[in-house]
C-alpha cells in the first residue's frame, strides 16, 4: 500500500518532466518546419481579376513556404546581380505577435514547475492560448514594404504550425493532469 502511494506521489514529477519535453519539442517543429505555406488561389472568371491573381501569384511564386523561424524573426535574402554588385532583399520583418505563442509555451513550462495547483492552472491556459495563437501564424507574418500584419489571404498554416499546436494542446492535457494530481 504504501509503495502505490509512493507512485502516486511520483507522478506529478514525471507529468512536468513530460510537459518540458513536449513543449521543446512543438517549439523547435515550429521554428524548423514549414509554418505556412502559399494557398491555391483560385480564378473569378472576371478578367481583371484574373489579371491580379495572377500577379499576386506571380510576386510570390519565389516564396512559397516559410518557416517559424523567418515568420518570427524575419528574413532577408541576398541578390546577386552580377559578380560584382549584390543587393539584399527584405522578405519578412521581425513579428512580436508571432513571438507570443512561443513566449506563452516558456510561460507554461515555469508556471508548472512549483507545486501549485493556481499556477499549474494558468500554466495550463498559456498552452491552450499558445495552440490557438499557432493555428493562426499566417495572420501574424509581417511582410516586408506593409504597414500590417498578416498573410491570411495568401498563405495558410503548415505542417510546422499544426504540429506546434498538436504539442501545444498535449502539454495542456498533460498539465491539466498534473494539477489534478497537485494536493
Given at each position: 500500500?504504501?509503495k502505490?502511494?509512493?507512485?502516486?506521489?511520483?507522478?506529478?514529477?514525471?507529468?512536468?518532466?513530460?510537459?518540458?519535453v513536449?513543449?521543446?519539442?512543438?517549439?523547435?517543429?515550429?521554428?524548423?518546419?514549414?509554418?505556412?505555406?502559399?494557398?491555391?488561389?483560385?480564378?473569378?472568371?472576371?478578367?481583371?481579376?484574373?489579371?491580379?491573381?495572377?500577379?499576386?501569384?506571380?510576386?510570390?511564386?519565389?516564396?512559397?513556404k516559410?518557416n517559424?523561424?523567418?515568420?518570427v524573426?524575419?528574413?532577408?535574402?541576398?541578390?546577386a546581380?552580377?559578380?560584382i554588385?549584390e543587393?539584399?532583399?527584405?522578405?519578412?520583418?521581425?513579428?512580436?505577435?508571432?513571438?507570443?505563442?512561443?513566449?506563452?509555451?516558456?510561460?507554461?513550462?515555469?508556471?508548472?514547475?512549483?507545486?501549485?495547483?493556481?499556477?499549474?492552472?494558468?500554466?495550463?491556459?498559456?498552452?491552450?492560448?499558445?495552440?490557438?495563437?499557432?493555428?493562426?501564424?499566417?495572420?501574424?507574418?509581417?511582410?516586408?514594404?506593409?504597414?500590417?500584419?498578416?498573410a491570411?489571404?495568401?498563405?495558410?498554416?503548415?505542417?510546422?504550425?499544426?504540429?506546434?499546436?498538436?504539442?501545444?494542446?498535449i502539454?495542456?492535457?498533460?498539465?491539466?493532469?498534473?494539477?489534478?494530481?497537485?494536493?
Amino acid at each position: 500500500m504504501a509503495k502505490k502511494k509512493k507512485v502516486n506521489s511520483q507522478l506529478p514529477f514525471y507529468l512536468t518532466i513530460g510537459i518540458l519535453v513536449v513543449a521543446i519539442l512543438g517549439v523547435v517543429l515550429f521554428l524548423f518546419l514549414d509554418a505556412v505555406t502559399l494557398k491555391e488561389v483560385e480564378s473569378t472568371g472576371i478578367g481583371i481579376f484574373d489579371d491580379l491573381i495572377g500577379e499576386i501569384q506571380d510576386a510570390l511564386a519565389e516564396h512559397t513556404k516559410f518557416n517559424g523561424m523567418q515568420i518570427v524573426f524575419g528574413y532577408s535574402e541576398t541578390v546577386a546581380e552580377d559578380s560584382i554588385f549584390e543587393s539584399t532583399a527584405n522578405i519578412l520583418n521581425f513579428s512580436f505577435v508571432a513571438l507570443i505563442p512561443l513566449i506563452l509555451v516558456v510561460a507554461g513550462i515555469v508556471l508548472n514547475i512549483p507545486k501549485s495547483k493556481l499556477l499549474s492552472l494558468i500554466g495550463v491556459v498559456c498552452f491552450v492560448a499558445a495552440a490557438v495563437m499557432l493555428i493562426f501564424v499566417p495572420n501574424y507574418v509581417s511582410i516586408a514594404g506593409s504597414d500590417s500584419l498578416g498573410a491570411a489571404d495568401y498563405y495558410q498554416p503548415a505542417v510546422g504550425a499544426y504540429l506546434g499546436m498538436a504539442c501545444s494542446a498535449i502539454c495542456a492535457v498533460l498539465g491539466l493532469g498534473r494539477t489534478l494530481l497537485i494536493k
